[in-house]
């Protein structure tokens, strides 16, 4: 059976996608998930919207190693892919914006419907139980500990909420920012700090 361009994007991005980690192949599934509930509620272009969101962290893996933004390289090469396939300039440049717009903290806005979708389902995946665990799953790759990811926690994921673009998506975050500021809350009761670990107790045997 002959393989949809879907199918064949799909198989082309794997590639890039060596081993999971917080911003793996299944963070990217997830997306495309979420821009489809998203987007068809929005009433989005899906033949600009997913071939997006499938592109828009494939060159996060080479991020470290190349030095270049993985949003700008990875609008490049979809640009080139989508190219060599016979797509048309005008959807290559509507797909090359949502990918370059996708991540809000780098100051490009999404101009268009399908791209502003993109950054709510982007951002949607940092919440919630999944948003939880991605923060975790990351700062055991970067060595960090318990400490920075509370601080990832509170300085971008918590903030996260008043950033959506869409209703439907603003809906979404609203659960996922409680599930989130439960978590924040108890695990600043749970957590002790080094200053106070020994206060209270005294040791009768030490002078």
Not at 129 to 147: K, S
Not at 172 to 180: P, V
Request: a negative charge; proline letters at 1%.
């Amino acid at each position: 059976m002959e393989k949809t361009g879907i199918e064949r994007i799909l198989n082309f991005v794997e590639t890039f996608f060596r081993q999971s980690g917080s911003h793996g192949l299944d963070h990217t599934l997830r997306v495309i998930r979420l821009c489809v509930e998203i987007g068809n509620a929005e009433g989005a272009d899906m033949q600009i919207l997913i071939p997006a969101a499938l592109f828009h962290d494939v060159a996060r893996p080479l991020e470290k190693e190349t030095g270049i933004r993985h949003e700008e390289e990875g609008a490049r090469i979809a640009e080139e892919y989508l190219r060599s396939n016979g797509c048309d300039e005008t959807r290559i440049r509507a797909i090359a914006h949502a990918i370059r717009s996708h991540r809000y903290s780098t100051g490009t806005k999404p101009e268009t419907l399908e791209a502003k979708v993109l950054s709510d389902a982007d951002k949607l995946d940092a919440m919630g139980a999944i948003g939880i665990a991605r923060t975790f799953m990351q700062a055991g790759e970067h060595g960090d500990g318990i400490e920075d990811a509370n601080a990832h926690i509170h300085e971008k994921l918590l903030n996260l909420r008043d950033l959506m673009y869409t209703d439907t998506a603003a809906a979404i975050a609203e659960e996922r920012h409680g599930l989130l500021q439960r978590f924040a809350e108890a695990l600043e009761d749970e957590t002790i700090s080094a200053g106070n670990v020994t206060e209270g107790a005294t040791f009768s045997y030490l002078n």
